[in-house]
């Protein structure tokens, strides 16, 4: 009797068959399957996906999708839709930024596609019997890109380490690994960092950030204070910038919070500003200048005017365009702006002239907003172009021996003969304005002079690295100023200049001076950079490049530098490195990437610690004592513009994108209709008034060569 087949805790199958010897019949074959419908269910997903893989892998491997090499970042492809395209979908991360066909008109963006990838990617090779497959050798990392991804290990390190130690907190003191809340205690080094998280390809780390975003209510308690410039620049400027990069609408929602936060500091009775204000009750306070600084009223617009755009709120346009109009209806006496102003009248309190930290940024933002609304603006551009003139009739200085280059302050007509290093931004923009302007707006001769100007500041404030012992260069300095001139005992001769109407009018008495001074020695000719320029090009430009604008080599011996520093530290900032990366953009002359190089192995030797990156006291010192700080502006700034100085693609392109004054890209877009009716916006009106003003001047000198 066979045993019942026994179910449960038993091991054996409840199918179990016993055969017994010479009962079973021969085995037959039975196919494992049976033919039927059921098979092409069952296996058809698997050859849809083989397929995909297949296209994906093999057929469109020359192109891929938006993927770089080893060490050419991350390429984006998000373009934001808010931003203005070339051609529908065009990411703004090229290797060479597209431009229309010859005779297309316009941008021609909207009408032709963008031309093939250039990544190499690879292709299959068939043989002549078809059985060998092989891929086209990946170009090796250049060594720019791998001083790119050098960067990158800077970054992770000092974020990493605020992350660790600081996280929610504002900034990292990075020698003990301790946290400070210097900057509303809203954690500012993460929203400086997220797009330059995004740029480097950190894209985990970018989301873990997101989180902290989603959360913030930007909350302040009722006796505390938003500083309203530094907010708009570092939080604002982040996020807005960090979702252009990357469309995540968490990052717009929180803009649009802290925009609306931020706009009762505009409520004052000239529209000036105000230097702080409550987040939740829009109480505001004046700072510790009692009256405003220049750059804190006139560097909001950037932040502003992009996000009116994309979320369509007027009273984000309204309310920071109302400074700017503001500012074409002071009358200035020599084309300067003043460093303070009156809140409730909205009129200048000073004499004091610069380019440093009390107006640094404002003269910055009136090319970069009008770049940024798609040239949309000429009153932001004829403020430009006629304070680039003022600036260099005014403020730029040679020394006598070594002939640096150097723009100053003025405290009413006398020049002080310092230094900034903040100021050392302003070769990047004068390189940004050769770069971005046509020549109808920016002629031949002032366009040469502005980049002479470029060239030869830039270079003074790398000799103020070059020169010391860190290679790290001071935050402030004072130049070897000018032996006074030598007056003569009567003045020039009246000269008179024919006019178009064949009457005459008298010289004005400073030109008069310039061009007699132009004609004399250097002992008498001054230390005024122009004076020297206008007699070097009626000497008929002997080298081909005027006094100032020439390579320096390094000084060593103190005594020798024609510069001493008046503060000896070194914060970490980012104004020289900017300069370097528009510069070698501008100019492609490899020795800025160089010295940006030099820079950063500085950095790394003298400024690195166990938890990120601190400041220095003493430039001429070795080794260095540190000071407990990493300002946020080292993430989003310093580290950044070095990346993008070394990696070899164009990865943030300026016919795209335009940075604010913390270095956040924002993308260039075009007022739609509806905006340019509601804004008073005309497109067609660009005075190349400005432009022409200093060279028409210079050329009715009656010793022009």
């Not at 296209?55 to 080893?70: V, Y």
């Not at 001054?526 to 390094?554: F, I, N």
Request: aromatic share 12%; glycine share 8%.
């Amino acid at each position: 009797m066979l045993p019942t087949p026994t179910t449960g805790s038993s091991r054996r199958s409840p199918n179990l068959v016993i055969s017994i010897p010479g009962t079973r019949q021969p085995a037959t074959f039975r196919p494992h399957f049976k033919p039927s419908g059921k098979l092409l269910f069952r296996y058809l997903p698997w050859v849809v996906g083989c397929t995909i893989l297949l296209w994906l892998f093999i057929l469109r491997a020359d192109n891929p999708p938006f993927g770089g090499g080893p060490g050419e970042g991350y390429r984006v492809p998000h373009y934001h839709p808010h931003s203005r395209p070339g051609p529908p979908g065009f990411p703004p991360f090229t290797r060479q930024a597209w431009r229309p066909p010859p005779g297309a008109g316009g941008d021609g963006g909207h009408e032709h596609p963008p031309p093939e990838d250039d990544h190499p990617g690879f292709k299959w090779k068939w043989g002549s019997g078809g059985a060998s497959n092989k891929a086209k050798p990946q170009p090796q990392v250049g060594i720019w890109d791998t001083r790119a991804e050098k960067v990158k290990e800077a970054f992770v390190h000092a974020f990493e380490g605020y992350k660790r130690h600081a996280g929610g907190y504002d900034e990292l003191l990075p020698i003990v690994g301790g946290k400070v809340n210097n900057f509303n205690g809203w954690g500012v080094t993460l929203y400086d960092a997220l797009d330059t998280m995004w740029i480097m390809g950190l894209h985990d780390m970018f989301r873990d950030a997101l989180e902290t975003v989603a959360k913030a209510d930007f909350y302040l308690k009722p006796d505390d204070y938003a500083p309203f410039f530094e907010t708009t620049i570092r939080y604002l400027g982040g996020l807005l910038s960090a979702y252009a990069l990357s469309g995540e609408p968490v990052l717009l929602t929180r803009a649009d919070d802290l925009g609306r936060m931020l706009l009762p500091a505009f409520d004052s009775p000239s529209g000036f500003p105000m230097f702080a204000v409550n987040t939740k009750t829009g109480q505001t306070r004046k700072g510790w200048a009692g009256d405003a600084l220049w750059a804190e009223g006139l560097s909001n617009q950037m932040e502003y005017k992009y996000l009116a755009h994309i979320t369509g709120r007027e009273e984000y346009y309204n309310k920071t365009d109302r400074v700017m109009q503001r500012m074409t209806q002071i009358s200035l006496t020599n084309g300067l702006f003043p460093t303070r102003w009156d809140t409730a009248s909205g009129t200048p309190t000073n004499q004091h002239y610069s380019v440093g930290a009390f107006a640094d940024s404002a003269y910055e933002y009136m090319l970069k907003q009008w770049l940024l609304t798609g040239r949309s603006e000429p009153h932001a551009l004829e403020l430009y172009l006629n304070s680039t003139n003022a600036i260099i009739e005014h403020l730029l200085h040679l020394t006598p021996k070594r002939k640096l280059l150097y723009v100053t302050d003025l405290l009413s007509e006398s020049p002080t003969h310092r230094l900034e290093h903040l100021s050392c931004f302003l070769p990047g923009l004068f390189a940004l304005g050769v770069q971005t302007l046509p020549e109808d707006i920016l002629p031949a001769k002032t366009r040469d002079r502005h980049l002479w100007a470029a060239q030869g500041l830039a270079e003074t404030c790398w000799i103020t690295y070059a020169d010391t012992k860190t290679g790290l260069g001071p935050d402030e300095v004072t130049m070897e100023a000018w032996p006074p001139k030598k007056r003569p005992s009567a003045p020039p001769p009246t000269t008179t200049t024919p006019t178009a109407d064949s009457t005459t009018t008298e010289m004005t008495p400073h030109l008069k001076d310039r061009a007699f001074w132009s004609s004399q020695s250097d002992e008498d000719i001054g230390g005024r950079w122009l004076d020297h320029v206008e007699r070097w090009e009626r000497e008929g430009r002997p080298g081909k490049v005027p006094p100032g604008a020439k390579t320096v080599p390094k000084e060593t011996d103190p005594q020798k530098r024609e510069w001493k520093s008046l503060k000896d530290s070194y914060l970490l900032r980012p104004e020289t490195i900017e300069s370097f990366y528009i510069l070698w953009k501008t100019t492609g002359e490899v020795k800025w990437r160089e010295r940006g190089w030099s820079v950063f192995e500085a950095i790394e030797r003298h400024a690195k610690t166990k938890y990120g990156y601190a400041s220095i006291n003493n430039v001429d010192q070795v080794p260095p004592q540190w000071k407990d700080e990493m300002p946020s502006y080292f993430l989003a700034e310093t580290l950044k513009y070095l990346y993008l100085l070394f990696i070899d693609d164009d990865i943030i392109s300026s016919e795209y994108w335009v940075f604010n004054t913390e270095a956040h890209p924002l993308p260039i877009f075009d007022w739609t209709p509806w905006e340019k009716q509601a804004y008073g916006l005309n497109t067609t009106a660009t005075s190349t008034t400005a432009a022409t003003s200093t060279t028409t001047s210079n050329d009715e000198s009656p010793n022009k060569s």
